[in-house]
């Protein structure tokens, strides 16, 4: 199954995905996350892309293009994938579907992750992470069992430079004005599922699962 999870930051659609991949043992792709690791590596990509994620302002689209693309054609997105977070921009969405063209792929569907954004603030404020494998943590909704302490290896949680309160905003408004117009053109082909992402995780994960098999509701 090929998908798209889409929604605002912090709908929960990471989270999701992981729970997806587990379940299905399909890659979760997540540009945010392959982006943190050129961070980290210092590479010539992590260079130009750090200060602007801290920013909370979207990479420049040839550089997520690029990423999504090589991640696309490695031999274990065959049986399916799971894309977060990509695209993000009308100019991503049509750079997607060249790839899957050129790769004779195609998307079965879009989760479209709907959520009231007072609630997502709270998400994102209290999350954190493990800098070390990527884990992540709510204080309040997904505690670890020490804390502050990372459940897999036991590595102090830190929060994202851009869950800070003014990159929060900042990502907010990159969302309506540059992600969201993309949604129009899922709806109209037919991709769309939506689903609820308020509540539990478990309750959203069945939501997303019934999604998945029947298509859920075209919002
Ligand atoms: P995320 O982990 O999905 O919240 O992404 C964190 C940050 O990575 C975003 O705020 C952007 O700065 C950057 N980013 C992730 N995906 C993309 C994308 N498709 N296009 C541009 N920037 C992206």
Do not use: W
């Not at 050129?38 to 990479?59: D, P, Q, Y």
């Not at 040839?62 to 054609?73: D, F, Q």
């Amino acid at each position: 199954m090929n998908l798209v999870f889409f929604g605002p930051p912090g709908s929960g659609k990471g989270t999701q995905a992981k729970l997806l991949k587990n379940k299905f043992n399909i890659p979760h792709i997540s540009l945010g996350d392959m982006l943190r690791d050129e961070v980290r590596a210092e590479s010539e990509i992590g260079k130009r892309a750090g200060e602007i994620m801290n920013a909370g302002k979207l990479v420049p689209d040839e550089l997520t293009i690029e990423l999504t693309r090589e991640r696309l054609k490695k031999p274990d997105c065959q049986q399916g994938f799971i894309l977060d977070g990509f695209p993000r921009s009308l100019l991503q969405a049509e750079a997607l579907e060249q790839i899957l063209n050129d790769l004779q792929m195609k998307l079965d569907k879009v989760v479209y992750f709907q959520v009231d954004e007072d609630e997502v603030v709270g998400r994102l404020s209290g999350r954190r992470s493990c800098k070390k494998c990527g884990a992540v943590y709510h204080i309040k909704f997904n505690q670890p069992r020490v804390a502050g302490r990372c459940d897999n290896d036991g590595e102090m949680l830190c929060q994202r430079p851009d869950d800070a309160e003014a990159a929060i905003r900042t990502r907010f408004e990159v969302y309506a004005r540059q992600t969201l117009p993309v949604l129009e053109g899922y709806r109209q082909a037919n991709l769309l599922a939506t689903v609820a992402a308020q509540g539990e995780i478990d309750d959203v994960f069945a939501r997303v699962l019934a999604a998945i098999n029947d298509g859920g509701h075209q919002a």
